[in-house]
Every structure is written in structure tokens, then in C-alpha cells.
């Protein structure tokens, strides 16, 4: 890699840290991920009650009953698949509709002329790991 690629990694580290004006441990990647990707069907409290939900023809999940509904276990291989695209939804719509691991992987894509040091399956499974660890945050008592 190029000094100038370098420099220009390093700048964009310092960006996502410091780019707003937060400390980097007040940020909650997880809940950005789920705050921009799933509120706006699942809510901000995962109950399944987002703005998108009224005019879905399928019920919307409350995500908060995803251990309850296991036997109090959370079924962390069968939320991955979901939002991974393995496992497809209805009311996800079909592959060809964007499912968040085909958008993550076009996202590394747009990401990739830094020549950054790392895979696109690493980048996926990083944004669908902090997402899936909010959920799991969300879970009712």
C-alpha cells in the first residue's frame, strides 16, 4: 500500500471516531445498525410497531420475544441466516430484494478502492454480528 493510501486509511479511521464529536466509546455500532436498517419496520424497541409496519401486508415481528419464543434461548444462527439472506423471509421479499448481507457486501464493494486490509465476507459478518448483539439487547425479561 502507498503512503498516500495509508495516510488516507488512517484519516478515515480518525473520521469514523472522531467525525461527529463523540468519544469512540460512546458509540453503539450494533444499535446504529438496527436503528438504520430495522426500526424503521421493527420500531426503535423492536415490538414490531415501526412507521413501515402499517402498511406491510405481513405482521411484523416483535424481536424483543425471539429468546422467549426458544425456550428462553436466543437463536442466534436462525437471526443471522435471516438477516444474512440464507434463511429467506416473505416479508422480506424474495433474494432479488435487498436483504442487509447483499447490502453489506455492496457497501464493502463502494468501500473497496482503498484497498483496505480486510475481506468482504469480514465486513459482512462484522455489521450482521454488532446487529445481532443489539438484538439481543432487545430481549424481554
Not at 495509508?6 to 460512546?26: D, R, T
Request: proline share 4%; charged share 20%; with cysteine.
Amino acid at each position: 500500500m502507498t503512503p498516500n493510501k495509508i495516510a488516507g486509511a488512517i484519516a478515515l479511521g480518525m473520521l469514523s471516531v472522531w467525525g461527529n464529536g463523540h468519544a469512540a466509546e460512546k458509540s453503539d455500532f450494533g444499535k446504529h445498525e438496527y436503528e438504520s436498517k430495522c426500526a424503521v419496520c421493527h420500531g426503535l424497541e423492536g415490538r414490531g410497531n415501526g412507521a413501515m409496519a402499517a402498511v406491510l401486508k405481513t405482521r411484523v415481528s416483535n424481536l424483543t420475544y425471539l429468546s422467549k419464543n426458544n425456550n428462553g434461548v436466543f437463536p442466534f444462527q436462525r437471526v443471522y441466516e435471516i438477516i444474512d439472506g440464507t434463511d429467506v423471509l416473505p416479508a422480506h421479499g424474495t433474494r432479488e430484494m435487498p436483504i442487509w448481507g447483499q447490502e453489506y457486501r455492496a457497501d464493502y464493494i463502494q468501500k473497496a478502492y482503498f484497498d483496505a486490509p480486510f475481506d468482504a465476507e469480514a465486513y459482512v459478518r462484522a455489521h450482521i454480528l454488532a446487529l445481532i448483539e443489539y438484538i439481543s439487547r432487545l430481549q424481554a425479561n
